[in-house]
C-alpha cells in the first residue's frame, strides 16, 4: 500500500540522521570524559 511506502521512506530518511545524531553524541561525551585526564 501507499502509506507502507511512505514509511518505508520516511525510516530511510530519519535512520541515517538518528544514527549520526547518536554517534555524534556518544563521540562528544567520550572525548570529554577522555580529556578530564
Known amino acids: ?5 511512505g514509511k518505508k521512506i520516511a525510516i530511510a530518511v ?3 540522521f538518528v544514527v549520526v545524531g547518536l554517534g ?3 563521540l ?3 572525548w570529554s570524559k577522555r580529556r578530564e585526564k
Open 1 to 5: 500500500s501507499t502509506t507502507n511506502t
Open 14 to 16: 530519519v535512520v541515517p
Open 24 to 26: 555524534t553524541l556518544f
Open 28 to 30: 562528544c561525551l567520550w
